[in-house]
């Protein structure tokens, strides 16, 4: 018997964050376009997978997912898109029961191209693939991404990123600003600005990514800020004066990848290891308190344990407090893929647990330093019994508290650390409350009234439905 009602669609993704801002467009779009959307885990009539390619274990999770898709119903109609469908889509097509294969170039044409198949199946579409009114529908309820360049020029010798994303490309100013105003009138908190090569946005309004805040800062409300992923040798010092303007989050995410020069220079980084060190110093006196995290890749073609060792030691002396660390992975057609004297893998995964090692005692040991002292904390789900949320340099917290908090933002006072989650407790309940008169720092311009949109659900455990991929890359 043929189901009735609308069409149901789910879309999930791997890899960053430029990905998951993309996801939330496609799920705009086909929510525009009258499509139901559900939860991948859910019976749906169509699956999209967001795929990724930075690594083999990217590859594989994302065919994984869409075999997932397969068997969750066999006769959905299952949509591979993403970065591995770029770079190797006859792979894609040769897995059983995927049906489409969609390049970035085609995405745009996505909504189209998936109703004209199912309606090829005998099922009833929407009736209209029109979806120029759809906008962002991000996965949280707390915060949003914003995608404001694409691409990278680096050509790094163990990434394929930029054989994937192609050349680098800024959005204009003013589509940007659109979709930040839409998403605080929708009532997200946070929106994080987001770029394959972010530190080299450039726009003939604004100027460069500082242009950009100050501009956010200028004509919305909205009360964080937060920036991705930042090359080093790209990252606008500028952006450092717009401090002590509390709405902008106290995190940066700098790639090191190496702390050995040798390594450095070999991986076709544009800088080295003191050059990092002293933009990492520049940070911390003008940003109090600040959250800095990093990039390590471990086994890179030609590493030595020497060189190893030097890297481990060099990390151990700079201010992180987060090490994001990934093992080389022979990218095919990357200048890494044909360096001689590659590391065996066992002694690549002995290497990376000794940086993990490291990484766990930074990370503690910052963490430390804030217990005893008050945070602002975006409460964005619920685990178990616990609320859980992020400050705005970037630690998780939880607390034992009676109410509703999604999507508000306390002054949480911490009293302990278990494992890598602060404790805590609310000091002031009315802070997370927005105030209707509130007025940024740099004055506000009034918006129009935005037209109901449906809204996700008002509670549940939305803290890992974002990230839990993002941080396989941060670029």
Known sequence: ????????????????RVNFSETDLLRGRFQAAGYRLVDFDEEADLYIVNTCTVTHVADRKSRQMLRRAVRRNPRALVVAVGCYADVAPETLRQIQGVDLVVGREEESLLVGRVSAALRARGMQTPASTDDRAAILSPASPA????????????????????????????????KIMAEIQC???????????????????????????????????????????????????????????????DRLCRHFHLPLQSGCDR??????????????????????????????????????????????AESVAAVAALPLNGLHIFPFSKRPGTAAATMPDHVPPPLRRQRCEQMHQLARRLARSFRQTFVGKDLAVLWDGRRGQEWSGLSDNYLRVATTVEGSWLSQITRTRITGLDGAVLQGKIVDPTSGHRAAETVPWFGQKPQPPLPDRPRLPAEGDWSNRRFCCIMQQNR
């Open 1 to 16: 018997m043929a189901r009735s009602g609308p069409l149901r669609a789910a879309l999930t993704t791997l890899g960053c």
């Open 143 to 174: 915060r949003a991404l914003i995608k404001v360049q694409d691409g990278c020029d680096n050509r790094c010798a163990y990434c394929i990123v930029c054989i994937a994303r192609g050349p680098s490309r800024s959005r204009p100013a003013q």
């Open 183 to 245: 998403m605080e009138r929708l009532g997200h908190r946070e929106i994080i600005l987001t770029g394959v090569n972010l530190g080299v946005y450039r726009d003939a309004r604004v100027g460069d990514l500082a242009g950009l805040a100050r501009r956010i800062l200028q004509e919305t409300a909205i009360e964080r800020i937060r920036f991705s992923s930042i090359e080093p040798q790209d990252f606008p010092v500028n952006l450092l004066d717009l401090w002590p303007e």
């Open 263 to 308: 390594t450095l220079a070999r991986m076709g980084r544009h800088y080295r290891l003191e050059d990092y060190r002293a933009l990492l110093e520049q940070i911390r006196r003008r940003v109090p308190d600040v959250g800095l995290t990093t990039d390590i890749l471990v086994g890179f073609p030609g590493e030595t344990e020497a060189d190893f």
